[in-house]
C-alpha cells in the first residue's frame, strides 16, 4: 500500500516563524490529506488537495501538491504555540479501495 | 452532535485475555475505520466498514476481529490479548457523500496496554 512519509521528523521553530514540513508518497492518488494530532488526542482534519489542484489554502495553511514528484508540501504560517502538535500526511489511492495511507508523522514545537 | 466517540479510553488486559474496544458515531456516516497507532510508525488500518452489516481487512488484521452489526457503532475485538497489542487505538468515520475519498474524522483514542 502507498505510504506518506512525511520530512522532517521533528521540528522546533519560534512563535511567529513559518514551519515547512513535507510529504512524500509512491503510487497514483485521488486526494492528499493533512491531519493535525495535539498530544494525547484524535487526528484532526486540516485540509484536502485533489490530484488535479496544485496549491490550495485554508487560513494559515498552504498546501501544494506535485504529482510529478509525488510529493506534497504543508505550510503553516506566523506559527502560534496552539500550532505545537504533530502533523500528518494520508493519501487516498486512486484504484478505490476506500482507505487512506498515513505516513509517520511530524512533530512541531512552537515556542512562545 | 458528539462525532466520533471511543469506549473504554483505557484499558490494562494480561496476555491471553479478550475484550472489545467499542466505536459510535452520530454522523450516520457509512463508513468507519479502526486504526493502532504505534510510536514512530503513524496510523496503521486494522479493519475497515463501508456500511452495515460489511467489514474488510485492512494492513494489521491478524489478532482482531470486527463486526458493524448497526450503522453508528464498529466493534473492535481483540480474542486472546498479546503485549504486541499494546498501542493506542483509534476510530474513524467519513461520509461517502460528496464523491469519494474525503475527510475522515476521528475519535479519541483508546489506550490499550496488555501485560
Known amino acids: 500500500s502507498q505510504q506518506g512519509e512525511e520530512d522532517p521528523q521533528a521540528l522546533s521553530i519560534q512563535e511567529g516563524e513559518n514551519a515547512t514540513m513535507n510529504c512524500s508518497y509512491k503510487?497514483?492518488?485521488?486526494?492528499l490529506q493533512w491531519y493535525r494530532q495535539n498530544s494525547g488526542r484524535g487526528l484532526v482534519h486540516l485540509i484536502l488537495?485533489?490530484?488535479?489542484?496544485r496549491e490550495k489554502h485554508s487560513g494559515r495553511l498552504r498546501v501544494t501538491l506535485d504529482t510529478s514528484k509525488k510529493s506534497s508540501s504543508l505550510l503553516i504560517t506566523a506559527s502560534r504555540a496552539a500550532d505545537t502538535a504533530s502533523y500528518f500526511c494520508?493519501?487516498?489511492?486512486?484504484?478505490?479501495?476506500?482507505?487512506?495511507?498515513f505516513g509517520k508523522g511530524n512533530q512541531v514545537v512552537v515556542i512562545p | 452532535n458528539a462525532g466520533v466517540t471511543q469506549t473504554p479510553k483505557f484499558r490494562v488486559l494480561k496476555t491471553g485475555q479478550s475484550m472489545t474496544l467499542l466505536c459510535a458515531q452520530d454522523?450516520?456516516?457509512?463508513?468507519m475505520y479502526w486504526y493502532r497507532q504505534d510510536p514512530g510508525m503513524g496510523l496503521r488500518l486494522i479493519h475497515y466498514?463501508?456500511?452495515?452489516?460489511?467489514?474488510a481487512k485492512g494492513e494489521v488484521p491478524d489478532g482482531y476481529n470486527v463486526s458493524r452489526l448497526k450503522k453508528q457503532n464498529f466493534l473492535l475485538g481483540l480474542e486472546s490479548a498479546a503485549p504486541s497489542q499494546t498501542s493506542v487505538y483509534f476510530c474513524a468515520s467519513r461520509t461517502h457523500l460528496g464523491g469519494s475519498y474525503n475527510e475522515q474524522f476521528f475519535g479519541p483514542g483508546t489506550r490499550l496496554t496488555v501485560l
Open positions: 466498514s463501508v456500511g452495515e452489516g460489511t467489514t
Open positions: 503510487t497514483s492518488i485521488n486526494n
Open positions: 454522523m450516520n456516516h457509512e463508513y
Open positions: 494520508a493519501t487516498a489511492g486512486a484504484g478505490g479501495n476506500n482507505r487512506l495511507a
Open positions: 488537495i485533489r490530484s488535479n489542484e
